[in-house]
Protein backbone atom coordinates (compact mmCIF):
# COMPACT_ATOMS: atom_id res chain seq x y z
CA UNK A 1 0.00 0.00 0.00
CA UNK A 2 1.26 3.37 -1.10
CA UNK A 3 1.47 6.38 1.42
CA UNK A 4 -0.59 9.29 0.44
CA UNK A 5 2.10 11.93 1.82
CA UNK A 6 0.68 15.31 2.91
CA UNK A 7 -0.27 16.94 -0.20
CA UNK A 8 2.18 20.39 -1.43
CA UNK A 9 0.53 23.78 -0.78
CA UNK A 10 0.10 24.36 -4.26
CA UNK A 11 -2.23 21.01 -4.50
CA UNK A 12 -4.19 21.30 -1.42
CA UNK A 13 -7.73 21.95 -3.49
CA UNK A 14 -6.65 20.23 -6.55
CA UNK A 15 -9.48 17.06 -6.78
CA UNK A 16 -8.41 13.72 -5.64
CA UNK A 17 -8.17 11.96 -8.95
CA UNK A 18 -9.69 8.83 -7.49
CA UNK A 19 -12.87 10.96 -7.09
CA UNK A 20 -12.28 12.78 -10.76
CA UNK A 21 -11.60 9.29 -12.79
CA UNK A 22 -12.45 6.16 -10.92
CA UNK A 23 -16.19 8.35 -10.08
CA UNK A 24 -16.75 10.86 -12.72
CA UNK A 25 -17.85 12.90 -9.53
CA UNK A 26 -17.28 16.88 -9.46
CA UNK A 27 -17.31 18.61 -6.28
CA UNK A 28 -20.79 19.99 -6.83
CA UNK A 29 -22.33 16.11 -7.04
CA UNK A 30 -20.35 15.24 -3.89
CA UNK A 31 -21.09 18.46 -1.68
CA UNK A 32 -25.10 17.42 -2.79
CA UNK A 33 -25.03 13.81 -2.04
CA UNK A 34 -23.45 15.20 1.59
CA UNK A 35 -26.26 17.26 1.63
CA UNK A 36 -28.90 14.87 1.70
CA UNK A 37 -27.85 13.23 5.14
CA UNK A 38 -29.31 15.58 8.21
CA UNK A 39 -30.09 14.97 11.41
CA UNK A 40 -33.43 16.73 12.68
CA UNK A 41 -33.47 19.26 15.29
CA UNK A 42 -34.55 17.52 18.35
CA UNK A 43 -31.18 15.70 18.02
CA UNK A 44 -29.14 17.00 20.59
CA UNK A 45 -26.35 19.72 19.85
CA UNK A 46 -23.58 17.61 20.81
CA UNK A 47 -24.57 14.30 18.96
CA UNK A 48 -25.29 17.16 15.73
CA UNK A 49 -21.23 18.12 16.16
CA UNK A 50 -20.45 14.78 16.18
CA UNK A 51 -22.38 14.25 12.95
CA UNK A 52 -20.88 17.53 10.72
CA UNK A 53 -17.48 16.53 11.95
CA UNK A 54 -18.27 13.18 10.02
CA UNK A 55 -19.93 15.22 6.92
CA UNK A 56 -17.30 17.71 6.78
CA UNK A 57 -14.31 15.12 6.64
CA UNK A 58 -16.61 13.18 4.10
CA UNK A 59 -16.59 16.61 2.19
CA UNK A 60 -12.87 16.96 2.20
CA UNK A 61 -12.04 13.66 0.97
CA UNK A 62 -12.82 14.98 -2.50
CA UNK A 63 -9.35 16.55 -2.16
CA UNK A 64 -7.98 13.54 -0.19
CA UNK A 65 -9.39 10.08 -0.65
CA UNK A 66 -8.06 8.45 2.15
CA UNK A 67 -10.02 11.17 4.80
CA UNK A 68 -12.94 8.71 3.82
CA UNK A 69 -11.56 6.22 6.76
CA UNK A 70 -11.41 9.55 9.19
CA UNK A 71 -15.30 10.37 7.97
CA UNK A 72 -16.77 6.64 8.64
CA UNK A 73 -14.82 6.73 11.96
CA UNK A 74 -16.55 10.08 13.36
CA UNK A 75 -19.27 8.89 11.44
CA UNK A 76 -19.59 5.96 14.23
CA UNK A 77 -18.54 7.68 16.90
CA UNK A 78 -21.60 10.64 16.17
CA UNK A 79 -23.70 6.92 16.71
CA UNK A 80 -21.88 6.22 19.99
CA UNK A 81 -22.91 10.04 21.18
CA UNK A 82 -26.09 9.43 20.32
CA UNK A 83 -26.67 6.42 22.08
CA UNK A 84 -24.86 7.59 25.17
CA UNK A 85 -26.78 10.36 25.53
CA UNK A 86 -30.31 8.46 25.14
CA UNK A 87 -29.13 5.74 27.53
CA UNK A 88 -28.15 8.51 30.16
CA UNK A 89 -31.80 10.62 29.06
CA UNK A 90 -33.71 6.90 30.00
CA UNK A 91 -31.16 6.28 33.10
CA UNK A 92 -29.89 3.15 31.42
CA UNK A 93 -26.28 4.02 31.19
CA UNK A 94 -23.45 2.67 33.62
CA UNK A 95 -19.78 3.99 33.49
CA UNK A 96 -18.35 0.78 31.46
CA UNK A 97 -20.94 0.76 28.62
CA UNK A 98 -19.58 0.67 25.64
CA UNK A 99 -20.69 1.15 21.90
CA UNK A 100 -21.67 -2.52 21.72
CA UNK A 101 -23.74 -2.34 25.18
CA UNK A 102 -25.67 0.90 24.13
CA UNK A 103 -26.40 -0.80 20.64
CA UNK A 104 -27.94 -4.03 23.09
CA UNK A 105 -29.88 -1.85 25.11
CA UNK A 106 -31.32 -0.10 22.12
CA UNK A 107 -32.69 -3.10 20.74
CA UNK A 108 -33.79 -4.48 23.73
CA UNK A 109 -35.57 -0.79 24.63
CA UNK A 110 -36.89 -0.79 21.03
CA UNK A 111 -35.77 2.28 20.63
CA UNK A 112 -34.72 0.93 16.87
CA UNK A 113 -36.96 -0.28 14.91
CA UNK A 114 -36.80 -1.33 10.92
CA UNK A 115 -40.08 0.38 9.78
CA UNK A 116 -37.71 3.57 10.35
CA UNK A 117 -34.45 2.28 8.07
CA UNK A 118 -35.62 3.27 4.34
CA UNK A 119 -32.99 1.45 3.03
CA UNK A 120 -34.98 -1.68 4.66
CA UNK A 121 -38.38 -0.20 3.72
CA UNK A 122 -37.16 -0.21 0.12
CA UNK A 123 -36.01 -4.24 0.02
CA UNK A 124 -39.15 -5.70 1.44
CA UNK A 125 -41.06 -3.48 -0.43
CA UNK A 126 -39.20 -4.32 -3.72
CA UNK A 127 -39.50 -8.08 -2.15
CA UNK A 128 -42.92 -7.97 -1.96
CA UNK A 129 -44.36 -6.54 -4.90
CA UNK A 130 -41.85 -9.09 -7.10
CA UNK A 131 -43.81 -12.19 -5.01
CA UNK A 132 -46.94 -10.07 -5.37
CA UNK A 133 -46.76 -10.18 -9.44
CA UNK A 134 -45.29 -13.76 -8.98
CA UNK A 135 -48.33 -14.49 -7.41
CA UNK A 136 -50.52 -13.01 -9.24
CA UNK A 137 -49.06 -14.40 -12.50
CA UNK A 138 -50.02 -18.14 -11.26
CA UNK A 139 -53.40 -17.43 -10.63
CA UNK A 140 -53.24 -16.87 -7.03
CA UNK A 141 -55.21 -14.78 -4.69
CA UNK A 142 -53.68 -11.17 -4.65
CA UNK A 143 -51.58 -10.64 -1.28
CA UNK A 144 -52.97 -6.38 -1.86
CA UNK A 145 -50.31 -3.85 -1.42
CA UNK A 146 -47.16 -4.25 1.20
CA UNK A 147 -47.51 -3.21 4.27
CA UNK A 148 -44.17 -2.45 6.61
CA UNK A 149 -44.09 -4.48 10.20
CA UNK A 150 -43.73 -1.77 12.96
CA UNK A 151 -42.11 -5.12 15.29
CA UNK A 152 -39.19 -5.73 12.54
CA UNK A 153 -35.64 -5.29 13.71
CA UNK A 154 -33.72 -7.12 11.29
CA UNK A 155 -31.43 -4.15 10.26
CA UNK A 156 -31.19 -2.71 13.58
CA UNK A 157 -30.23 -5.77 14.39
CA UNK A 158 -27.25 -6.11 11.94
CA UNK A 159 -25.84 -2.54 13.27
CA UNK A 160 -26.02 -3.46 16.55
CA UNK A 161 -23.73 -6.54 14.91
CA UNK A 162 -21.71 -4.37 12.63
CA UNK A 163 -21.27 -1.08 13.26
CA UNK A 164 -19.25 -1.22 16.88
CA UNK A 165 -16.79 -4.07 14.66
CA UNK A 166 -16.42 -1.52 12.18
CA UNK A 167 -15.71 1.23 14.38
CA UNK A 168 -13.23 -0.91 16.57
CA UNK A 169 -11.39 -1.66 13.24
CA UNK A 170 -11.04 1.68 13.03
CA UNK A 171 -9.72 3.09 16.02
CA UNK A 172 -7.48 0.60 15.85
CA UNK A 173 -5.22 0.82 13.26
CA UNK A 174 -7.52 -0.75 10.58
CA UNK A 175 -6.67 0.55 6.88
CA UNK A 176 -10.15 -0.10 4.97
CA UNK A 177 -12.04 2.04 2.37
CA UNK A 178 -15.39 2.38 1.93
CA UNK A 179 -15.60 4.96 -1.28
CA UNK A 180 -19.60 4.61 -1.06
CA UNK A 181 -19.61 6.20 2.08
CA UNK A 182 -23.32 7.04 1.56
CA UNK A 183 -24.91 3.85 2.38
CA UNK A 184 -23.49 4.21 6.11
CA UNK A 185 -24.71 7.62 6.46
CA UNK A 186 -27.82 6.60 5.41
CA UNK A 187 -27.91 3.99 8.08
CA UNK A 188 -26.58 5.92 10.60
CA UNK A 189 -28.62 9.38 9.94
CA UNK A 190 -31.65 6.97 10.02
CA UNK A 191 -30.13 5.62 13.54
CA UNK A 192 -29.38 8.59 15.09
CA UNK A 193 -32.71 10.27 14.44
CA UNK A 194 -35.06 7.46 15.84
CA UNK A 195 -33.31 7.30 19.13
CA UNK A 196 -34.62 11.22 19.36
CA UNK A 197 -37.75 11.58 17.97
CA UNK A 198 -39.54 15.03 17.04
CA UNK A 199 -42.09 16.19 20.11
Excluded at 124 to 142: F, G, H, L, N, V
Aim: net charge negative.
Amino acid sequence: MSVDALKPLDQVLTPDSRWTQGYNLTLEEHHAGIAEFELHTQVPEEVRQHFENARNTWLYAFFEYRLLSVSLLMLLVSCEAALKFRAKQEKRFKKNDGFQKLMNTAISERWLLDAHFSATLKIQAWRWERDRETAIDMDQPDPGPWKPSEDAQTIARWAAWFFPKLRNEAAHGGTFLHPNASRHFRVVSELINQLFPPT
